[in-house]
């Protein structure tokens, strides 16, 4: 347990970080999840209708620092080629 002002109002803030950066992760994955079971639907409406907001998502994360930069481009290069593939199928 903390013993210091200090540290009790670090475990504070951390706490409140904690929850907007599982919120962000939470909201992230759940986008890319919609847009996958778009994807393997074969769901060309519901794909453009997700992609934009998807990848707004992943951004965000980025930019928020709750994931690292590289990861978002991982992420969106994923999200990329399975669009790709479903329009080339």
Sequence with gaps: MAHSKQAKKRIRQDGRRRQRNKATTSAMKTEIKKLFSAVAAGDAAAVSQALPGTLSRI???AKAHVIHRNAAARKKSQV?????SMAAS
Excluded: P
């Design 59 to 61: 951004d965000k994360a």
């Design 80 to 84: 990329a080629r399975a669009v790709a």
